[in-house]
């Protein structure tokens, strides 16, 4: 089952970014590669909705590797952390009510 089909499946949610995907390349590669991915997407991604996803992604990947990978996890939940403080300080109206209803 691919993280889109899973989203639909368990949450209702169809994805619209590539960011499970991307992360799941960059952990080939370690950690920085991971911080580099989720910088990069802050820094060049404008629209809010998949800044949305890619918060709910990252909560996700600490749900599907902490067991696993205690220190991936970590790292996950740190970015987690970090994006879900960048959205709710940042996002205003109508994108903050987006991000609430869909990370709910």
Request: proline share 0%.
């Amino acid at each position: 089952m691919t993280y889109s089909e899973w989203c639909e499946n368990n949450i209702g949610y169809k994805t619209i970014t590539t960011y499970w995907q991307d992360l799941c390349i960059a952990e080939r590669f370690g950690h920085k590669a991971i911080r580099d991915t989720v910088d990069r997407a802050i820094k060049f991604d404008g629209d809010y909705k998949s800044l949305v996803e890619l918060c709910m992604v990252l909560n996700h990947k600490i749900w599907f590797t902490y067991e696993k990978d205690l220190e991936l996890g970590k790292l996950y939940d740190e970015l987690w952390n970090k994006m879900r403080s960048y959205l709710t300080s940042t996002l205003k109206g109508e994108q903050l009510k987006y991000y609430y209803e869909t990370t709910d």
